[in-house]
């Protein structure tokens, strides 16, 4: 091979410049702004199915109204992977003008008093749920909107299956069981509760799903816990209960074979299809049944993960995420970024929501009201929020939840670790949560 | 028996004699020192300065936006968390079943592809092919191809009535299922090292052990092996210390799980990212990077010193 000098030059050049590109386009990020008196502005939300369809249609309902605006659309994975971009793009400056993210305990550790526009003064404050404007609040400055409603923790059912053998809605743990024994005897084929530990945060729900139940218990509980005060402790009842029936339903043999390969939206088709009768899960994930089975949507019922004892048997309600302003946004994209949020909350975002977000519990604002053909499963939910058997999910009511509870309890659940044990790791895991945070007591 | 040994002390002697003779003089070097400003501009911004900022790092409590000076705190911390005493053990396993096998593997195919067999140099780049692809993409493939319920691997065991395991459902099978993959992975590289040592044997060797009528097996065991050493210490070295601080490849098969069952010291390092904790993390890096120092420098120490005694 001969390399002349220019040979050299101009592969150096094309060295250079390609190391050049890939940093010419970082810093283009937010730069782009108004063009021709129109004002662009971007909007952050999650990569899969439901979230970004519902993304592109606010966006496209929104750019018809305003069309001096247009938004650009983003999405990042959600999950742990998703936390961790957000705080990165935060603390760089990197952040799109309107992102989606949780509310609650996740929200307070985006540090909003730095990183995201104080929006109290917006005139959709004032309707908002008093619920949901303490989890997007700091120090009674309010930093968010919802999007979506908000959601239940609880075990979902087969109707069909239930109706077929005769089976109710059980209202103690014992109950739940023999219910679970029964499906099984009835027919081998039918998963009696289904895992699906492909997607590990889904092995949580019957240890957060519990909460209202622990809360029914001992309304003190989640206080004692942040605050590292008398036993309220995971290897202690009633906060245990969620370990022990974890790893009992695994060792009675109630729990479909490929527990440990089965992904979220599986287990939801295997729901809907009858193939599996009993799943703990989130109420939201009804969304991927109106996608996959719309028409089985109704034969999905929820209820309560049941406590011991039938008195304490309550729901758990997840707040729904919110939209939030990054604090780097300024002057009229600022505007527009409002303009956004507010929009959403409007009747016509609120419309825009019914027809793409799956509904899966009652909206946490006055002006979005349920359309009339919601999934049956909301129902049941409102049920229990009326008869006043239902609590906020504990990371509405605590800074701390610790980062290792889905893998301790895919653990647990698949009979690797004893629940004993199990309970004992989150208890640390929880500790170090704590002490990283900086809470007082630890 | 001493007559031997003295020669080997004067050889010593002389070369002590001669750096110390350097030393006096000063280290003459071929380049003027200007030379160097641009590397060491180099070293010192891109390796220098992130080395002993996260030294300082580690000893903070940082959340990326603010940071406190906490002390030896998350070295006790880190040590405390409940999947590290597995995750050091599963790094071990790890590290020493893949360097082993690539070693083994290695020599065995780098025998086969310096021999005059049909279509040898299609064997090699089929057997260097795995090294090119995208260890995240691999892993993805494998996780697809060995699903213990839908995968066609367990198809085509299950069609022959033999057991189907859940090659990385299972926790006391996941890890090396795992190391499984690495090892086809990374196998090329040390076929390619140990073909370049058998390579650079001179052919007289051979053929003065052809003409003695030596067996196959003696030549390899009499020439092939001895004078292949240096390219099996590289092989080893390279294998060990990918293997202790490997990462992606598990990360992509089972996020360290089923449990904490495939959990190695890197993922381990990873989750505390992902939760937030950096300056905690940053201590388990500087662990890691002790860690691999205090396992690689003996190793290394050793093979050399094998290598020149040769």
């Given at each position: 091979?001969?390399?002349?000098?220019?040979?050299?030059?101009?592969?150096?050049?094309?060295?250079?410049?390609?190391?050049?590109?890939?940093?010419?386009?970082?810093?283009?990020?937010?730069?782009?702004?108004?063009?021709?008196?129109?004002?662009?502005?971007?909007?952050?939300?999650?990569?899969?199915?439901?979230?970004?369809?519902?993304?592109?249609?606010?966006?496209?309902?929104?750019?018809?109204?305003?069309?001096?605006?247009?938004?650009?659309?983003?999405?990042?994975?959600?999950?742990?992977?998703?936390?961790?971009?957000?705080?990165?793009?935060?603390?760089?400056?990197?952040?799109?003008?309107?992102?989606?993210?949780?509310?609650?305990?996740?929200?307070?550790?985006?540090?909003?008093?730095?990183?995201?526009?104080?929006?109290?003064?917006?005139?959709?404050?004032?309707?908002?749920?008093?619920?949901?404007?303490?989890?997007?609040?700091?120090?009674?400055?309010?930093?968010?909107?919802?999007?979506?409603?908000?959601?239940?923790?609880?075990?979902?059912?087969?109707?069909?299956?239930?109706?077929?053998?005769?089976?109710?809605?059980?209202?103690?743990?014992?109950?739940?069981?023999?219910?679970?024994?029964?499906?099984?005897?009835?027919?081998?084929?039918?998963?009696?509760?289904?895992?699906?530990?492909?997607?590990?945060?889904?092995?949580?729900?019957?240890?957060?799903?519990?909460?209202?139940?622990?809360?029914?218990?001992?309304?003190?509980?989640?206080?004692?816990?942040?605050?590292?005060?008398?036993?309220?402790?995971?290897?202690?009842?009633?906060?245990?209960?969620?370990?022990?029936?974890?790893?009992?339903?695994?060792?009675?043999?109630?729990?479909?074979?490929?527990?440990?390969?089965?992904?979220?939206?599986?287990?939801?088709?295997?729901?809907?299809?009858?193939?599996?009768?009993?799943?703990?899960?989130?109420?939201?994930?009804?969304?991927?049944?109106?996608?996959?089975?719309?028409?089985?949507?109704?034969?999905?019922?929820?209820?309560?993960?049941?406590?011991?004892?039938?008195?304490?048997?309550?729901?758990?309600?997840?707040?729904?995420?919110?939209?939030y302003v990054s604090a780097k946004t300024s002057g009229d994209k600022l505007d527009a970024a409002k303009k956004f949020v507010a929009f959403v909350n409007s009747p016509e975002?609120?419309?825009?929501?019914?027809?793409?977000?799956?509904?899966?519990?009652?909206?946490?604002?006055?002006?979005?009201?349920?359309?009339?053909?919601?999934?049956?499963?909301?129902?049941?939910?409102?049920?229990?929020?009326?008869?006043?058997?239902?609590?906020?999910?504990?990371?509405?009511?605590?800074?701390?939840?610790?980062?290792?509870?889905?893998?301790?309890?895919?653990?647990?659940?698949?009979?690797?670790?004893?629940?004993?044990?199990?309970?004992?790791?989150?208890?640390?895991?929880?500790?170090?949560?704590?002490?990283?945070?900086?809470?007082?007591?630890? | 028996?001493?007559?031997?040994?003295?020669?080997?002390?004067?050889?010593?002697?002389?070369?002590?004699?001669?750096?110390?003779?350097?030393?006096?003089?000063?280290?003459?070097?071929?380049?003027?020192?200007?030379?160097?400003?641009?590397?060491?501009?180099?070293?010192?911004?891109?390796?220098?300065?992130?080395?002993?900022?996260?030294?300082?790092?580690?000893?903070?409590?940082?959340?990326?936006?603010?940071?406190?000076?906490?002390?030896?705190?998350?070295?006790?911390?880190?040590?405390?968390?409940?999947?590290l005493s597995q995750a050091f053990v599963n790094t071990f396993i790890y590290g020493f079943v893949t360097s082993a096998a690539k070693v083994v593997l290695g020599l065995a195919?780098?025998?086969?592809?310096?021999?005059?067999?049909?279509?040898?140099?299609?064997?090699?780049?089929?057997?260097?092919?795995?090294?090119?692809?995208?260890?995240?993409?691999?892993?993805?493939?494998?996780?697809?191809?060995?699903?213990?319920?839908?995968?066609?691997?367990?198809?085509?065991?299950?069609?022959?009535?033999?057991?189907?395991?859940?090659?990385?459902?299972?926790?006391?099978?996941?890890?090396?299922?795992?190391?499984?993959?690495?090892?086809?992975?990374?196998?090329?590289?040390?076929?390619?090292?140990?073909?370049?040592?058998?390579?650079?044997?001179?052919?007289?060797?051979?053929?003065?052990?052809?003409?003695?009528?030596?067996?196959?097996?003696?030549?390899?065991?009499?020439?092939?092996?001895?004078?292949?050493?240096?390219?099996?210490?590289?092989?080893?070295?390279?294998?060990?210390?990918?293997?202790?601080?490997?990462?992606?490849?598990?990360?992509?098969?089972?996020?360290?799980?089923?449990?904490?069952?495939?959990?190695?010291?890197?993922?381990?390092?990873?989750?505390?990212?992902?939760?937030?904790?950096?300056?905690?993390?940053?201590?388990?890096?500087?662990?890691?990077?002790?860690?691999?120092?205090?396992?690689?420098?003996?190793?290394?120490?050793?093979?050399?010193?094998?290598?020149?005694?040769?």
């Amino acid at each position: 091979m001969n390399s002349s000098p220019t040979r050299k030059v101009v592969i150096a050049t094309a060295a250079l410049a390609a190391l050049a590109l890939p940093l010419a386009a970082c810093s283009g990020g937010s730069g782009s702004s108004s063009s021709g008196g129109k004002v662009q502005i971007s909007y952050l939300t999650q990569n899969d199915a439901a979230n970004s369809a519902q993304g592109k249609a606010l966006i496209q309902a929104f750019e018809k109204k305003y069309p001096n605006i247009t938004v650009k659309m983003d999405t990042q994975p959600g999950g742990t992977q998703g936390d961790n971009l957000m705080k990165t793009k935060l603390s760089t400056g990197s952040m799109d003008d309107v992102f989606h993210y949780n509310s609650g305990s996740l929200f307070q550790a985006l540090n909003p008093k730095t990183t995201m526009a104080d929006l109290s003064n917006e005139a959709w404050v004032k309707d908002l749920d008093k619920n949901f404007t303490s989890v997007v609040s700091v120090d009674g400055k309010v930093y968010g909107a919802p999007v979506g409603t908000s959601f239940a923790g609880a075990i979902l059912y087969n109707k069909k299956i239930y109706d077929k053998l005769g089976l109710k809605v059980p209202t103690t743990w014992d109950e739940f069981i023999s219910n679970s024994e029964k499906i099984k005897a009835s027919d081998p084929n039918v998963a009696p509760i289904l895992q699906s530990y492909a997607d590990t945060w889904t092995s949580q729900l019957l240890v957060l799903g519990d909460f209202a139940n622990i809360n029914a218990q001992d309304p003190k509980w989640a206080d004692n816990y942040t605050n590292n005060k008398g036993d309220a402790k995971y290897v202690n009842e009633p906060a245990f209960a969620g370990f022990e029936h974890t790893a009992e339903i695994k060792s009675k043999g109630l729990v479909n074979k490929d527990f440990a390969s089965m992904t979220n939206a599986q287990a939801m088709d295997a729901l809907a299809k009858g193939t599996g009768a009993q799943y703990p899960m989130l109420s939201a994930s009804i969304a991927t049944v109106e996608q996959n089975e719309p028409d089985a949507v109704n034969d999905i019922g929820v209820f309560a993960i049941p406590s011991a004892n039938a008195s304490d048997t309550s729901l758990t309600i997840w707040e729904p995420n919110g939209i939030y302003v990054s604090a780097k946004t300024s002057g009229d994209k600022l505007d527009a970024a409002k303009k956004f949020v507010a929009f959403v909350n409007s009747p016509e975002g609120c419309d825009v929501q019914n027809k793409t977000g799956a509904a899966a519990g009652p909206y946490s604002i006055s002006t979005c009201k349920l359309p009339s053909d919601v999934p049956a499963l909301i129902g049941d939910i409102q049920k229990y929020i009326a008869d006043g058997k239902a609590s906020p999910a504990l990371e509405f009511l605590s800074p701390i939840k610790g980062p290792n509870l889905e893998t301790i309890l895919v653990a647990v659940g698949s009979g690797i670790t004893p629940a004993k044990d199990g309970a004992a790791q989150y208890d640390a895991d929880v500790k170090k949560q704590a002490q990283q945070l900086g809470i007082k007591g630890w | 028996m001493t007559t031997a040994v003295a020669p080997t002390g004067t050889v010593r002697g002389d070369k002590r004699a001669e750096r110390s003779a350097k030393k006096r003089k000063g280290i003459r070097s071929p380049y003027p020192t200007w030379f160097y400003i641009p590397a060491a501009v180099l070293f010192l911004v891109f390796f220098a300065v992130p080395t002993f900022a996260s030294f300082y790092f580690s000893l903070t409590r940082w959340t990326l936006f603010t940071t406190q000076f906490i002390g030896f705190d998350n070295f006790v911390q880190f040590f405390q968390d409940p999947a590290l005493s597995q995750a050091f053990v599963n790094t071990f396993i790890y590290g020493f079943v893949t360097s082993a096998a690539k070693v083994v593997l290695g020599l065995a195919l780098a025998l086969l592809l310096t021999s005059p067999i049909l279509g040898r140099g299609y064997l090699r780049a089929v057997v260097f092919f795995p090294v090119l692809v995208s260890t995240i993409g691999v892993g993805l493939t494998f996780k697809a191809l060995l699903d213990p319920f839908h995968g066609p691997v367990n198809a085509v065991l299950g069609f022959l009535h033999l057991p189907q395991p859940g090659w990385y459902t299972d926790p006391n099978l996941a890890l090396l299922t795992i190391a499984g993959v690495d090892i086809w992975k990374g196998v090329g590289i040390a076929t390619l090292i140990f073909m370049a040592g058998i390579v650079a044997i001179p052919s007289e060797y051979f053929e003065a052990a052809r003409v003695d009528g030596a067996h196959a097996w003696a030549v390899f065991r009499n020439i092939t092996l001895p004078l292949v050493r240096p390219a099996m210490g590289t092989v080893i070295i390279l294998s060990l210390i990918g293997g202790l601080r490997s990462f992606d490849l598990i990360w992509a098969m089972t996020n360290g799980g089923p449990g904490f069952s495939s959990d190695v010291i890197a993922s381990v390092i990873y989750k505390e990212y992902q939760a937030g904790f950096f300056g905690l993390s940053t201590a388990g890096n500087v662990i890691l990077f002790v860690v691999v120092t205090a396992v690689m420098w003996p190793v290394s120490w050793f093979l050399n010193r094998r290598e020149a005694e040769l």
